[in-house]
């Protein structure tokens, strides 16, 4: 698939990883009234931006409740704080015009709903009990009489030992939107991405380059070396791509050069099919971050839709035109950071 290759400066991260939390665009309760003539969609590593201009071509003013829907999630110490992965700063626009939005909390705690135990007892839900990280404690769940509290905890819902609240998180802003009659409206809405990362060895590029590996290779072993395959993969990356990659790494003589560090941002682009078919005009535009000069630099593949063209707008930004596009697959972003090799072999780990 068509992609494109940046090259920019970003600190290299640690040894640790993290899956992507991929939210998306506005869905419709199956509003085949209302068409996407356009949606302008631009991604980087810090903020996802969306425009829509939504065209009701019916003689009549369509009434219909419009959600950006939060992928479900826990609660614990391996979790992104409920602050993020509830996207706590999405910000909504109609027209130009802020519009608020209400917030759908349910609980579920092994496929069973518990959101009517916990509305009683005032625990808010999205929160879990407006948690505090550096405190340790669920204030919500410790204003609670002992007996309650016990019970509570009989019935799975917080531990005994630690207040972490047990129960999965589905969490929708929704609210309701007029598209008048032979008219257009214009909606925006953005948020910060929850971005995945992973530490890849440089055998698995190598693998990918190669279409081959051999046997007994020290570094890596069967499983890890799969799903790094499947992770880099998911990014499309080019042959030109990856010689770039391996290259840099292969240079690079610091310490960590045995790695890539491969970030990406998740988009759900599939949630326009539950409007009225098909986006009109849809444009991509993914962007880079700021340069920092003498630090690692950023190259950055993903699978254009519909194998697309990528256009190189400028030095930062690069672009994906398609008219009547009828999403197919979701949208991955990677952003991998590498050593910048002048910096590095200036002042070398030897």
Same mark, same amino acid.
């Given at each position: 698939?068509?992609?494109?290759?940046?090259?920019?400066?970003?600190?290299?991260?640690?040894?640790?990883?993290?899956?992507?939390?991929?939210?998306? +665009?506005?869905?419709?309760?199956r *509003? !085949?009234?209302?068409?996407?003539a356009k949606?302008?969609?631009?991604?980087?590593?810090?903020?996802?931006?969306?425009?829509?201009?939504?065209?009701?071509?019916?003689?009549?003013?369509?009434?219909t409740?419009v959600?950006?829907?939060?992928?479900?999630?826990?609660? +614990?110490p391996?979790?992104?704080?409920?602050?993020? &992965?509830?996207?706590?700063?999405?910000?909504? !626009?109609?027209?130009? *015009?802020?519009?608020?939005?209400q917030?759908? =909390?349910?609980?579920?705690?092994?496929?069973?709903?518990?959101?009517?135990?916990?509305?009683?007892?005032?625990?808010?839900?999205? &929160?879990?009990?407006?948690?505090?990280?550096?405190k340790?404690?669920?204030?919500?769940?410790?204003?609670?009489?002992?007996? *309650?509290?016990?019970?509570?905890?009989?019935? +799975?819902?917080f531990?005994?030992?630690?207040?972490?609240?047990?129960?999965?998180?589905?969490?929708?802003?929704?609210?309701?939107?007029?598209?008048?009659?032979?008219?257009?409206?214009?909606?925006?809405?953005?948020?910060?991405?929850?971005?995945?990362?992973?530490?890849?060895?440089?055998? !698995?590029?190598?693998?990918?380059?190669?279409?081959?590996?051999?046997?007994?290779?020290?570094?890596?072993?069967?499983?890890?070396?799969?799903?790094?395959?499947?992770?880099?993969?998911?990014?499309?990356?080019?042959?030109?791509?990856?010689?770039?990659?391996?290259?840099s790494?292969? =240079?690079?003589?610091?310490?960590?050069?045995?790695?890539?560090?491969?970030?990406?941002?998740?988009?759900?682009? !599939?949630?326009?099919?539950?409007?009225?078919?098909?986006?009109k005009?849809?444009?991509?535009?993914?962007?880079?971050?700021a340069?920092?000069?003498?630090?690692?630099?950023?190259?950055?593949?993903?699978?254009?839709?519909?194998?697309?063209?990528?256009?190189?707008?400028?030095?930062?930004?690069?672009?994906?035109?398609?008219?009547?596009?009828v999403?197919?697959?979701?949208?991955?972003? +990677?952003?991998?950071?590498?050593?910048?090799?002048?910096?590095?072999?200036?002042s070398?780990?030897?």
């Amino acid at each position: 698939m068509a992609i494109c290759t940046v090259f920019v400066a970003m600190p290299v991260r640690g040894d640790d990883s993290a899956a992507a939390v991929g939210a998306g +665009g506005l869905v419709a309760r199956r *509003e !085949t009234r209302v068409a996407m003539a356009k949606e302008v969609l631009k991604i980087s590593p810090s903020k996802v931006v969306v425009d829509y201009d939504f065209w009701n071509d019916t003689d009549e003013d369509v009434t219909t409740e419009v959600a950006f829907p939060i992928p479900p999630y826990e609660h +614990g110490p391996d979790e992104w704080p409920a602050e993020k &992965t509830s996207f706590s700063d999405f910000r909504l !626009t109609v027209d130009g *015009e802020p519009v608020k939005y209400q917030a759908e =909390s349910r609980a579920f705690l092994k496929g069973k709903e518990i959101t009517g135990v916990l509305n009683a007892d005032r625990i808010d839900i999205a &929160t879990f009990g407006h948690y505090d990280w550096k405190k340790d404690r669920a204030p919500e769940f410790a204003r609670l009489p002992n007996a *309650e509290q016990s019970r509570l905890v009989k019935l +799975g819902l917080f531990d005994s030992d630690e207040p972490w609240g047990n129960w999965t998180v589905h969490l929708q802003y929704h609210w309701t939107q007029v598209f008048p009659a032979k008219s257009t409206v214009h909606i925006r809405h953005e948020y910060t991405p929850i971005q995945g990362f992973e530490m890849m060895p440089r055998a !698995t590029i190598r693998k990918a380059l190669h279409e081959s590996l051999l046997a007994g290779d020290p570094e890596v072993d069967a499983t890890y070396g799969a799903e790094d395959a499947k992770l880099l993969g998911s990014f499309c990356p080019e042959p030109r791509f990856l010689k770039s990659l391996e290259r840099s790494m292969t =240079s690079a003589q610091v310490e960590d050069a045995a790695y890539g560090h491969p970030h990406w941002v998740d988009f759900i682009l !599939t949630s326009a099919n539950t409007w009225k078919q098909p986006i009109k005009d849809f444009t991509l535009t993914v962007e880079r971050e700021a340069q920092r000069a003498g630090e690692s630099r950023t190259m950055v593949s993903f699978c254009s839709p519909e194998r697309a063209e990528v256009q190189k707008i400028d030095a930062e930004h690069f672009q994906v035109h398609l008219t009547n596009l009828v999403p197919k697959a979701e949208l991955r972003i +990677g952003f991998f950071d590498v050593p910048d090799v002048k910096a590095a072999n200036s002042s070398s780990v030897k």
